[in-house]
């Protein structure tokens, strides 16, 4: 993490959170192959410099307000969204059971390769934001209560069963107000979990004598 | 005698699952270990129950007539093999202080720098050091 190096494009990997709506078995190695923890750490362990007024509040009251407005968050050409897509992140694969925040069985192994990331050296000192998104089929309001309900569960999930320490962690749900794909609303590309890496929890301890 | 062949199946299979307890293992492994063992289950019997507040254990625990031996010896190696994962980490750089001195002077601490310099040492450190580095999940 000492080399400030700006994340491609293409680097992070846009991965559509599948809602299940099917019971059946999930082929792990299928087209939406799970990241690595390897991979993982080596994404969120990219980009040195942290945005601090960018705080988990700051974005729900943000999304909250264009709710209840029923204005829409052009969140893509906003300031915040230029200076989130600073920040090293990942998009992770995790399935929720239909309309709910339960967590599917198929992704507790993703869901293990984000808490090993976490646990890495590389990791050790940093803090991560969750983020939930939703495409725009259903209601805003639904959506958005949904989005923050599955950001909370995972980070739940990272805490109780991956032993990551919560005050490394914050949650938050955008709902439909930050599209990855503006264009195609519906599409469920849209529909993602993101984990930012938003700061360090101590100064890095001093050199060995 | 079906019962008895059942009750020799479960006793090996607690018996390999104490032996996989020796092991570390990684918290992706754990979790595919479970969802494996456990996700048939789990999505029957617990499937409003979210995975993060333990109530999926107790659920399948009050299920435990229906839910089979070898998700409860999975559940029972994965969180044995993750917390002696947890424990390894805590221990190896106490186990590679030595060689940290040695090997890495100079290298500040933080962003994996120490981790780095003694995996590029790998073949000159202790062989506790090494172990250590193996148990946390963290060699090459």
Wanted: aromatic residues 4%; hydrophobic residues 45%.
């Amino acid at each position: 993490m000492t080399a400030f190096t700006r994340r491609a494009a293409g680097l992070a990997l846009v991965a559509a959170l599948t809602l299940g709506a099917s019971f059946g078995s999930v082929e792990r190695a299928s087209a939406q192959t799970p990241m690595s923890s390897a991979e993982i750490t080596k994404q969120l362990s990219e980009v040195t410099q942290f945005d601090p007024s960018l705080t988990a509040q700051v974005l729900q009251n943000m999304a909250q307000r264009a709710v209840q407005a029923n204005q829409p968050l052009p969140l893509d050409q906003s300031e915040i969204a230029k200076r989130l897509s600073k920040l090293a992140q990942i998009d992770v694969q995790i399935q929720f059971a239909l309309n709910s925040a339960v967590i599917r069985p198929q992704s507790y192994g993703a869901l293990g390769s984000i808490a090993d990331a976490m646990h890495h050296p590389i990791l050790w000192n940093y803090r991560f934001l969750v983020v939930g998104n939703t495409d725009t089929t259903g209601t805003r309001a639904v959506n958005l209560a949904l989005s923050q309900k599955r950001a909370e569960a995972i980070k739940e999930a990272l805490v109780n069963l991956g032993k990551v320490d919560p005050a490394r962690l914050d949650a938050v749900g955008l709902g439909q107000e930050a599209l990855e794909v503006p264009s195609k609303p519906t599409d469920p590309i849209n529909r993602r979990v993101e984990i930012f890496t938003i700061g360090t929890m101590q100064a890095m301890p001093k050199p060995l004598q | 005698m079906k019962r008895h062949i059942f009750g020799l199946a479960a006793l090996a299979l607690v018996v390999s699952a104490g032996g996989a307890s020796a092991q570390t293992m990684s918290f992706a492994d754990a979790g595919d270990l479970i969802a494996k063992a456990c996700g048939a289950s789990i999505e029957r019997f617990c499937a409003r129950d979210d995975i993060g507040t333990g109530k999926v254990a107790s659920c399948l625990e009050q299920n435990k007539k229906d839910v089979p031996a070898q998700c409860f010896s999975a559940l029972q190696a994965a969180e044995a093999g993750t917390a002696a994962r947890l424990a390894a980490q805590k221990a190896t750089f106490g186990l590679c202080q030595d060689d940290a001195r040695q090997f890495c002077k100079g290298v500040k601490p933080g962003d994996a720098n120490l981790l780095d310099c003694l995996l590029a040492s790998s073949k000159v450190v202790s062989n506790a050091c090494r172990q250590g580095l193996a148990n946390a999940g963290w060699a090459n």
